[in-house]
């Protein structure tokens, strides 16, 4: 089991910047890649980003790419989502997720925080 919990969520207006934390505890956390995926009211989930056990290999979507960053810090068992350039349609509850498969895809995650609101004013 692992045990997931998110923190930094917020309201920023566009342009600014927030970094999410989610904090792993259970399973050895080195043992497992991590995403961050976010979900807006009445669209599906999707993943934003995300990073492999050993912070070697990194994914993000096309809509981010250059503005949000993905981190781990093994000692700390937590995983970081640095957002820059906030934009409206970034609107949205944001999940962290454990993944003990392949983590570019939704099916690969295997636990899940309770999410945390991100919310970008114009």
């Known amino acids: 089991q692992v045990q997931l919990v998110e923190s930094g969520g917020g309201l920023v207006t566009a342009g600014g910047s927030l970094t999410l934390s989610c904090a792993a505890s259970?399973?050895?956390?080195?043992?497992?890649?991590m995403g961050w995926f976010r979900q807006a009211p009445g669209k599906e989930r999707e993943l934003v980003a995300a990073?492999?056990?050993?912070?070697?290999?990194?994914y993000y979507a096309d809509s981010v790419k250059g503005r949000f960053s993905i981190s781990r810090d093994n000692a700390k068992n937590t995983v970081y989502l640095q957002m820059n350039s906030l934009k409206p349609e970034d609107t949205a509850v944001y999940y962290c997720?454990?993944?003990?498969?392949?983590?570019?895809?939704?099916?690969?995650?295997?636990?899940w925080g309770q999410g945390t609101q991100v919310t970008v004013s114009s």
């Open positions: 990073i492999g056990w050993s912070a070697g290999s990194t």
């Open positions: 259970g399973r050895t956390f080195n043992n497992y890649g």
């Open positions: 997720a454990a993944s003990f498969g392949d983590i570019k895809i939704y099916s690969g995650y295997n636990y």
